[in-house]
């Protein structure tokens, strides 16, 4: 992929799901003298989510260019971000739509419409600025549901993506305990080579803003972000 970074940025992230130990990786922002960091507090409620803010506010960080929006945050919190950490990029579930909430709706030209467990619909991305792609989860879909990757594909070709998550892909197939279906894709990464599969799509895909969505430390992730670096150069 010739030139690959010159027009993309990967950024560790901070993330908060269950096996996520976020206080921690707030610690290794000083620890690392991060400026930038992606943050996702997707499965924090709101007080979690104030501690979460007034810690960062304790740290090197200077910017925060992508946040993954949960669905009960308000206007207000965007304001925050925009007018605090100058982030530019939101990402949102398919879910959050039905439609896009009024408190949302005036930043439509900054969010992204993540591919999860639904099919990206029309309806849905118009809503919005265009396409978060999450490549384990398409990676997923390529493996086990042929039908659905096809049309993930095919919007791929024709709306914008703005914004990417990276997570690792397992070796062998797996049952999700909360869902119940076989899958691939996992939030902490083993071994490197679970990022290999990257390799399977084209540079144009890949859009300019990218991070990485693993509970693995930062520490780890500013590692694993090298190797992809050079996987992608």
């Known amino acids: 992929m010739k030139d690959f970074w010159q027009t993309r940025k990967i950024y560790p992230t901070i993330t908060t799901t269950t096996g996520s130990d976020w206080r921690g990786k707030i610690e290794e922002l000083k620890d690392l003298k991060l400026t930038e960091a992606a943050l996702f507090p997707t499965p924090l409620k709101s007080k979690e989510r104030q501690e979460l803010y007034n810690l960062l506010e304790k740290t090197p960080l200077k910017h925060v260019p992508f946040v993954h929006l949960r669905t009960d945050m308000d206007g207000d919190e965007v304001e925050y971000f925009i007018k605090r950490w100058g ?4 990402n949102v579930h398919p879910f959050l739509f039905d439609p896009l909430p009024a408190t949302l709706k005036k930043f439509k030209d900054l969010i992204y419409i993540e591919n999860n467990s639904v099919i990206w619909s029309e309806s849905d991305v118009n809503q ?26 095919a919007m791929l070709e024709t709306h914008l993506a703005g914004c990417a998550h990276i997570s690792a892909i397992s070796a062998e197939p797996y049952s999700n305990q909360e869902t119940n279906k076989i899958q691939y894709s996992k939030h902490y990464l083993d071994n490197l080579s679970e990022v290999d599969y990257l390799l399977g799509y084209p ?26 670096v050079k996987l992608l150069k």
């Not at 997923?140 to 049309?151: A, C, H, I, P």
């Not at 930062?218 to 972000?225: A, F, G």
């Open 87 to 90: 982030t530019r990029i939101f």
């Open 128 to 153: 919005v600025a265009g396409l978060c792609v999450d490549f384990s989860h398409l990676e997923d879909t390529r493996r086990t549901n042929k039908g659905f990757y096809m049309s993930d594909l």
């Open 203 to 228: 540079a144009k895909y890949f859009p300019p803003v990218i991070a990485i969505e693993l509970e693995n430390s930062l520490k780890e992730q500013l590692e694993i972000k090298e190797y992809i």
